[in-house]
């Protein structure tokens, strides 16, 4: 098959770099892939280190005072499916899924068939520019949790076809680190101080919705003896003004340690004792939560959208509600009183990771959705 693989973000992606770029770089063995995205985004440069990929640079502006260039793009995009002659398009967000819609009008035949992947848990409209995108631009829905593909049921889209593939994660890359080399990676990130400390932490960053600094009230709130117990360690997005001043007002300073934004996420993870993704909004599935879990860390999710379904609760992590420090902070306490089940509790993370959501089974459930639709079903 041909297919063209688009994404309208023009920097960092998060979960959305790691979907296009595992997709692409499976798919480019036995199909013909395309990849268009802005050229400053994450996607766009590592889809370009994918051998047998052709990736194109196109940016998908969908505010009405950029009409000028939406028709301009439009343009762009209706000729390279003319060109092409794609035989499925994939789309990942609402900014590329309207300007496909905007392509597809009028288009005539032959025409790709579109499969949209819903990646967020925010509210889906049941209006007219549902139902239309729905009808002129969609032939399947991917969802990556059960509770987004419910959601999307009950929408214009169910009509589409709603198919539940979870995000996988390539278990060969992210493998538990043996003791040795655990211990080497803590002292170099963490210092000797922090060794014998109980490090809890996250790859997701401080992004406002994934609930780190939930995490950081939560163990602000403990008992001293119990709060001097634990080390804080996060990746990715740096905390802004505002949370350096809550985390400060706190007192937490001494207790974070704060990477920035890593090429490589593996050694943060493998000084973690215990993860966590404590998302309140716009999270779905999270490949950070499955990336911990596949290198044998229990992690600590919330109770919203999809992230109870990484975990089975106390046997490979835990569920707490979300906004809820008092129930993190209980739930740290447990974990402080019982550290001896953190790594039995980890084994299982491994394990489950393994049977459930590895790389293989994502790609081989998302070709299985593209085959079904280019064959005329849905």
């Known amino acids: 098959m041909k297919l063209l693989l688009t ?32 050229s400053t985004s994450d996607v766009y440069k590592q889809s370009r280190e994918i051998p047998g990929v052709e990736v194109v640079a196109m940016d998908f502006p969908s505010k009405p005072k950029n009409l000028l260039h939406i028709l301009k793009v439009r343009g762009q995009l209706r000729d390279l499916i003319r060109r092409e002659c794609f035989d499925i398009v994939h789309v990942n967000g ?4 309207r300007m496909m819609m905007y392509a597809m009008a009028g288009l005539g035949e032959p025409k790709p068939k579109v499969v949209y992947t819903r990646h967020a848990s925010t509210a889906v409209g049941k209006g007219f520019p549902s139902l239309l995108r729905a009808r002129i631009a969609t032939d399947h829905v991917i969802a990556v949790s059960h509770h987004t593909a419910r959601a999307m049921s009950a929408t214009p889209y169910g009509t589409c076809g709603v198919t539940t593939v979870h995000n996988g994660v390539d278990v060969t890359h992210f493998f538990p680190y043996n003791q040795a080399a655990t211990q080497a990676v803590r002292r170099q990130l963490l210092g000797d101080a922090n060794l014998s400390k109980l490090i809890v932490g996250t790859v997701t960053g401080f992004t406002g919705y994934k609930g780190t600094m939930d995490l950081i009230e939560a163990v602000a709130s403990l008992p001293a003896r119990d709060r001097a117990a634990i080390h804080i360690l996060v990746a990715g997005e740096p905390p802004d003004a505002q949370k350096l001043a809550r985390i400060r007002e706190l007192d937490m300073e001494a207790a974070i340690t704060a990477l920035g934004v890593v090429s490589d996420v593996r050694p943060a993870i493998a000084a973690l004792d215990v993860g966590f993704v404590l998302s309140h909004a716009v999270e779905t599935i999270s490949f950070a939560c499955r990336e911990m879990m596949a290198m044998a860390k229990p992690v600590m999710v919330t109770n919203y959208a999809g992230l109870p379904e990484n975990i089975a609760p106390h ?16 739930c740290l306490q ?23 959501f590895d790389l293989e089974r994502f790609v081989a459930g998302t070709e299985s959705v593209y085959q079904r639709v280019a064959g005329g079903g849905n």
């Open 315 to 330: 046997v490979d992590g835990w569920i707490v509600q979300p906004r809820s420090p008092l129930q993190i902070a209980d």
């Open 94 to 97: 609402s900014p590329d899924h």
């Open 7 to 38: 994404n309208a973000h023009v920097g960092w992606a998060g979960g959305h770099t790691t979907y296009i770029r595992e997709l692409a770089k499976a798919f480019a063995a036995r199909h013909q892939v395309f990849v268009a995205c802005p």
């Open 334 to 356: 447990e974990i402080l009183n019982h550290r001896e089940a953190l790594r039995e509790m980890g084994a299982a993370a491994r394990r489950r990771s393994e049977l459930s």
